[in-house]
Nanobody, 124 residues
Framework: QVQLVESGGGLVQAGGSLRLSCAAS????????MGWFRQAPGKERVFVAA????????SYADSVKGRFTISRDNAENTVYLQMNSLNPEDAAVYYC????WGVGSSIAQRYEYWGQGTQVTVSS
């Protein structure tokens, strides 16, 4: 079992920045690719960004490329999502997820473990 706990969400004005963190425990963190997904009210959960086990490969949804950066610190068992130039369309609950031996997929079904989510609200 892997336990994931997200933090760092909150209210920010359009154009502002937030940094989300996801702390993992329970298994060897470096064996897992990690992903961030988000879900806005009334919408499906969608892919945001992913990172391979060693951070060597990252991928992003087109909607966040150039604004968001995913990174990880395997010594701290933590994955981060730096979000810049936020706009109201970025408002959602953000979830981190872990994929054992994965490469960082954009497909939610590939991920075995999920956090409870952290709310991001962007005011216009």
């Amino acid at each position: 079992q892997v336990q994931l706990v997200e933090s760092g969400g909150g209210l920010v004005q359009a154009g502002g920045s937030l940094r989300l963190s996801c702390a993992a425990s329970g298994r060897t963190f470096s064996n897992y690719a990690m992903g961030w997904f988000r879900q806005a009210p009334g919408k499906e959960r969608v892919f945001v960004a992913a990172i391979s086990w060693n951070g060597g490969r990252t991928s992003y949804a087109d909607s966040v490329k150039g604004r968001f950066t995913i990174s990880r610190d395997n010594a701290e068992n933590t994955v981060y999502l730096q979000m810049n130039s936020l706009n109201p369309e970025d408002a959602a609950v953000y979830y981190c997820a872990a994929d054992h031996w994965g490469v960082g997929s954009s497909i939610a079904q590939r991920y075995e473990y999920w956090g409870q989510g952290t709310q991001v609200t962007v005011s216009s």
